[in-house]
């Protein structure tokens, strides 16, 4: 009776095996989409080209990057979480992601709408001055600001991102007036900084570390609580008299709700090895963030907490749009 109960339940394993494997060896079958809901150019741009080829070759089929730039990412966003939930289509967001989620109108909710795979990187955002401006820190921004309020320029990546948010508390936390020049993506906006186009550009140190390093973008703060070691000798906000300041930049990696669970376990563990890869982790990390690579439960908390931290920053300082 035994070896009948034995050879009964091998039979059985063998018969639900199948579905199994067919459920995780079908997928995938055929090209992926990596939605970047920015322009060519960008920091997301760059960390997704960084780990795309390597991706590509884990999972074997190809990965085609899909620039759906735009409205702070949420185009992008939007096309998203309108994908088939088969796993043919994926996201890698950018931080923006959260704040949008309060600032604007949208048609989808982060966190109902598309799956967290892994937060994939996190970094400072540092706030450059062209070489030919005579601020060697922020403070001396603060300054010039407060003498003439609203002369000075600022670039971002566009209205209602991190880099726009975390300006605007700059400002209402010191009392200064600096006017907002967004542009459609960190491509854009780097090459106006570099061409010195506008004279400061608050944004992450991905797209700006070649030209510090350069000497064409004087570094004058970063958002990191101390200083970091992307923006070496760099004070950060809080050391320059912000307080407690903090605003660290972040990369997420998202699917659509609905992908059944062992794609979306395939692809967090794909994405994981492709961004333990020596190669490409250093590739990313020399320029200007951190790989994380979290699980997907960790990735839902960390965006979460931040959708819920920026919300209140948003309301409390009763920051527009157009602000």
Known sequence: MMQRRTLMGAVAAGLAAPSIVSAQGAWPSRPIRLIV?????????????????????????????????????????????????DGSAWMLAYDNEAPNQTLLRLNYKTLEDLVA??????GPLVMTAHSSTPFQNFEEVV???KRNPDALNYATSGVGGLAHISTTLLQQRSGFKLTHVPYR???PAV???????????MTNVVIV?????????RPLGVTTRGETRHVPGTRSFAQQGFGDFEAPTWWAFFGRAGTPQPIVDRMHAALKEALADPNVKARIEEQGCDIVASDPAEARRFVGSEIERWAAVIRDNNIQMDS
């Open 117 to 122: 795979v892994s937060l994939v990187a996190t």
């Open 37 to 85: 809901p920015w322009a060519p150019g960008g920091s997301t741009d760059t960390v997704a080209r960084l780990f795309q080829p390597r991706l590509a070759a884990i999972l074997g089929q190809p990965v085609v990057i899909e620039n759906r730039g735009g409205a702070s990412g949420s185009i992008g966003a939007s096309e998203m979480a309108r994908a088939p939930a």
């Open 191 to 201: 090459t106006a900084a570099v061409a010195n186009e506008i004279p400061l550009f």
């Open 209 to 217: 570390s070649q030209h510090i390093r350069a000497g064409t973008l």
């Open 143 to 145: 300054a010039a600001a």
């Open 185 to 187: 993506g960190g491509g």
